[in-house]
């Protein structure tokens, strides 16, 4: 079936660092792929997405790129904030509206 | 954005006994929302599809006596866990996509409830 992989964390960075989270997939056909984020009480918020093979999602500095020939979708950021402490989550969907989803990688960002 | 409410965010319970986690759209209707649950440091897992005046559409090896769905409106869907263990405690999220508009793969989630059956 589906799967996706992400990368282990926590992952602990200084504020202003560069960030990446790894991301990778096997699914049949073309899903979808999705960054959730979750802070820390809160619900899961979707931060960006990408529908087809070279898309690039983007949102609040954060991009990821579906790359089919890796089957990646790796996140990352130019310049972490504090604010940007959460768990975030990578998913794909394959049926429109079923969702699987990564194990989540917990940032947390220094000051 | 749109919010989905979860009651309680934290449950204890003894073994054995029953729980009741509601999930609420707040400000729009979902006449389909889905119910995840998640162990520590692993995926969320879905475990069935909660569909307004119909029966849940349940995940393969998960016990559709165990958790009872009811969708009875289109603002409301309730898991309740029936019977208990220890081995149910976990993070349950719910999550529904609008009836009308946001696109097909449009989700808002809840902020999940905690189980621990001692």
């Known amino acids: 079936g589906d799967s996706v992989t992400q990368m282990e964390g926590p992952v602990t960075l200084s504020e202003e660092a560069f960030l990446t989270i790894n991301c990778t997939y096997t699914?049949?056909?073309?899903?979808?792929l999705f960054w959730y984020v979750q802070y820390p009480g809160e619900g899961l918020q979707l931060l960006l997405k990408?529908?087809?093979?070279?898309d690039k999602g983007s949102n609040k500095g954060f991009e990821a790129t579906y790359r089919k020939e890796t089957t990646s979708f790796h996140l990352e950021k130019g310049s972490v904030q504090v604010s940007d402490s959460a768990v975030y989550f990578c998913?794909?969907?394959?049926?429109?509206?079923?969702?699987?989803f990564g194990p989540g990688t917990r940032l947390s960002v220094l000051p | 954005g749109a919010v989905v409410s979860q009651h309680p965010s934290w449950v204890i319970c003894k073994s054995g006994t029953s729980v009741k986690i509601e999930c609420r759209s707040l400000d729009f209707q979902a006449t389909t929302m889905f119910w995840y649950r998640q162990f520590p440091k692993q995926s969320l897992m879905l475990m069935a599809t909660s569909n307004e005046g119909s029966k849940a559409t349940y995940e393969q090896g998960v016990e559709k006596d165990k958790f009872l769905i009811n969708h009875a409106s289109l603002t409301l869907s309730t898991l309740t866990v029936t019977s208990a263990h220890p081995e149910d405690s976990s993070f349950y999220i719910c999550s529904a996509p609008p009836t009308s508009g946001g696109g097909k793969e449009t989700q808002y989630f809840g902020p999940g409830t905690r189980l621990l059956v001692l």
């Open positions: 699914a049949t056909g073309y899903p979808s």
């Open positions: 990408a529908t087809k093979a070279d």
């Open positions: 998913a794909l969907s394959s049926l429109g509206q079923n969702f699987v």
